[in-house]
Structure formats: C-alpha cells, structure tokens
C-alpha cells in the first residue's frame, strides 16, 4: 500500500514568510509524528496526533510553528514568519495506535534565504 | 533526559568486509531500540527493533543487532557489507510512557569498492 506522502518535498522561503508543510499518513495509521532534521543531524522530534488530538507538542522550538490535524488524517505543520535557523528537512512519521514502529515520509526540505 | 550516542560519524569499509556500528543510549530502564537507514534524499527506513525477550535481533537488509544491557549498547552488525549499503545509519530509543524517538547524531557509512 501507499506509504506515507509529504508535499512538497522542497521548499524556499524568504526570512518572514509563512510555509505550511502536508503530511499524508499510511491510511488508518492513528499516530502521527512530526521531527525536524538539521544539517549533519538526528530527527528531533516537534510534536504527536492521535487522531485529531495533539497530545505532545514539547518539540515545537516557539510559538511560530503550529500543528494541527483536523479530521485525524492529514496534517499540517505551519511555521509563520520563517527566520533562516527554520531551515531543515521536515519529517513526518505515522504508526498504529498501539505500534512504536513508525513510518517515515520522504520529507520537506525547507531553505528560508 | 534520555539520549543517544553514536561516537562515529563517519565509517569506510571495503564491499565484502563486515561491519559494526556503535550505539549507546542513556536510561534507567529497558528503552525500546530502533535502527534506521536513511538514504539521499530519502525518509527513514525501519532496519530493526528490540523491545524485550532475545537480545539478539534479526532485521531486514542483512542486518542484525545486538542489545547488551551492561553496557547500555545496541550496536547494529552486518557480515557482509554490500555498495548499496552506503548511507546514514540512525540509532533511536523511545523511552517512558511516550511514543517519540529519540535519535543519535547518526553515522555515515561509505563502502568502497
């Protein structure tokens, strides 16, 4: 089947725009994870869906990054007024309810110049 | 907090020769284990997990790995490098009543021919 899907997998922005960032997850997956990934570095982990509800946004680096997954399917991760230490790539990661495995996207590359 | 370490970054090996890679995690208890490869341009893919029973763990790729919890280590072998295995190598633990990993700072292996 279809695994997990991130749109769009590259992204510039100019310092002060806002980007929104999709992540499809694997159909009937519950969780959903967003992590970022600097240059040269591990995921680190931003935020947890299960189902529509965010249950761990410890991640999030400040106020200008929001999460949100309104129906329990698609979600969206949005970062206003990118500023240059925003650039990464951006993973999505989805799992069952009671499985720890989860399943990575390709990823968004964002660029802030 | 928990965390991980993979004290190499990078690693050259010769197509045919075999291979360790080191990983070790910080934590009181038993944390479930989790290797991931991730490619150019690619999202994370699942090599292998240990949650309890053997500590010896079968993944796929030829890949295996062994938990040794004296020395807090998890450190992923394979006995026969292939050109195709070149990429980065990721260690990750979740811990707690939580679901988010925790990556190392990964390891990029190179294969010469």
């Known amino acids: 089947g279809a695994g997990v899907s991130q749109s769009p997998r590259y992204k510039v922005a100019k310092r002060g725009q806002d980007v929104a960032l999709r992540c499809d997850p694997i159909s009937g997956h519950v969780s959903l994870f967003w992590y970022q990934q600097a240059l040269g570095q591990g995921p680190e982990f931003l935020t947890y869906?299960?189902?529509?509800?965010?249950?761990?946004k410890s991640g999030l680096p400040s106020d200008r990054f929001f999460a949100e997954r309104p129906e329990g399917s698609v979600s969206t991760l949005k970062i206003q007024r990118t500023q240059q230490e925003d650039s990464a790539v951006y993973l999505c990661?989805?799992?069952?309810?009671?499985?720890?495995?989860?399943?990575f996207g390709p990823g968004t590359r964002l660029t802030v110049t | 907090a928990q965390s991980v370490t993979q004290p190499d970054i990078h690693i050259t090996v010769s197509e045919g020769a075999s291979l360790e890679l080191r990983c070790n995690y910080s934590y009181g208890a038993t944390p479930y284990l989790f290797w991931y490869v991730q490619s150019p341009g690619q999202g994370l893919q699942l090599l292998l997990k240990?949650?309890?029973?053997?500590?010896l763990v079968q993944g796929i790729k030829g890949f295996e790995a062994e938990f040794k919890r004296s020395q807090s280590s998890f450190n992923l072998r394979k006995p026969s490098v292939h050109w195709s295995d070149a990429a980065e190598y990721f260690c990750?633990?979740?811990?707690?009543?939580?679901?988010?990993?925790?990556f190392g700072t990964g390891t990029q292996l190179k294969v010469e021919l």
């Open positions: 240990y949650f309890s029973g053997d500590t």
């Open positions: 990750a633990v979740i811990t707690g009543g939580g679901n988010k990993l925790t």
């Open positions: 869906f299960q189902n529509e509800a965010q249950l761990d």
């Open positions: 990661a989805s799992s069952t309810r009671t499985g720890y495995e989860q399943y």
